[in-house]
């Protein structure tokens, strides 16, 4: 038995929580797998997979199981790029993740690492906070960027690298025709904004969380008339249709060049929320994480960062 790409197929069952998905990703038959797996129990004297007619999860003996997969495959990883890498030339890959609202400033940050180490390979994912939080506390995710004010939710230490303090607007069709870009215009308040007509986040999503934070300080009840899990279909809905969103920041920024829109800074509450790339405290980072943490900390990527998140000059630009 492969112990290593047993606790490989374990992990890919955890994930896709279907046997036949699981061997599809992991290039072999579904009863290959499911093969490994037994050989897997037989090996801890154990059971692992709970059996039924589909996918029923794992025992709290599998969990142990897994828990250990995660970690094994991290060391070998590690390890793999430890022997690949040479001195300034770190090689292998890198999965980062990121709340949907800050997938902007992750690509950005992916693409401009990859430029600069044609040898990492980032995998660049969107994630719901308790995904994100998950993939850092189980290691299958290197670093992720997110809400810092959650880390104390998890008992795993996290490591914070703050990046920006997101400020939000409301994104609207402009009332004037034309223009290269997008408008920052006046301030907006939320109890105003309540009563427009708006595409929302979902309530499972903490950026949904924060916006009726928001909008409950200002005494303002909202029903949303359309909601998303994703933040693509926030911006489009704006473009096509006649309602308006809440965004931070960062995905402003991702819509600037379309001119046809404009956004209004939302205040009375002002809310700032801190977004921060995290790994876990404890874990050894591999090459290409360690490349990763060099780059962020780097003045030219903090000018970059604030150019295109955060308040975005708004204050400046308003009219």
């Known amino acids: 038995m492969n112990l290593l790409a047993s606790m490989r197929y374990l992990v890919a069952l955890s994930e896709h929580r279907h046997f036949g998905r699981a061997a599809q990703a992991c290039y072999i038959t579904q009863p290959a797998l499911s093969n490994a797996l037994r050989a897997l129990e037989s090996e801890f004297g154990v059971v692992i997979v709970k059996r039924g007619r589909t996918y029923a999860g794992l025992t709290h003996e599998g969990e142990a199981v897994l828990a250990a997969a995660h970690r094994m495959l991290h060391e070998n990883e590690v390890l793999q790029q430890l022997l690949k890498s040479e001195e300034a030339h770190p090689r292998g890959g890198l999965r980062m993740a990121a709340v949907p609202t800050a997938i902007p400033m992750l690509a950005r940050f992916a693409a401009r690492l990859q430029a600069r180490h044609p040898g990492i390979a980032p995998t660049v994912l969107s994630m719901s906070s308790l995904e994100l939080e998950t993939g850092l506390e189980n290691l299958s995710l290197d670093i992720a960027l997110g809400y810092t004010e959650r880390m104390h939710l998890r008992e795993v230490k996290l490591t914070a690298w703050p990046q920006s303090i997101e400020h939000y607007f409301l994104l609207r069709r402009g009332k004037e025709a034309g223009g290269a870009a997008l408008r920052i215009g006046a301030s907006i308040g939320w109890a105003e ?18 916006v009726d934070q928001a909008f409950a300080a200002a005494g303002a009840k909202v029903a949303p008339a359309i909601e998303t899990n994703s933040v693509l279909t926030l911006a489009l809905s704006v473009m096509a249709g006649e309602v308006c969103a809440v965004l931070p920041g960062a995905m402003v920024d991702a819509v600037r060049g379309h001119g046809a829109l404009e956004a209004l800074p939302l205040v009375a509450p002002e809310v700032r ?43 400046s630009q308003a009219s």
């Open 193 to 210: 904004a309540a009563r427009l007509p708006l595409c929302l986040l979902t309530p499972e999503m903490h950026n949904r969380a924060i």
């Open 273 to 315: 929320t801190p977004i921060g790339f995290m790994t876990q405290t404890a874990v050894r980072p591999s090459r290409a994480l360690e490349a990763a943490l060099a780059m962020l900390q780097e003045p030219a990527w903090r000018a970059e960062v604030a150019a295109h998140s955060g308040s975005l000059g708004a204050s």
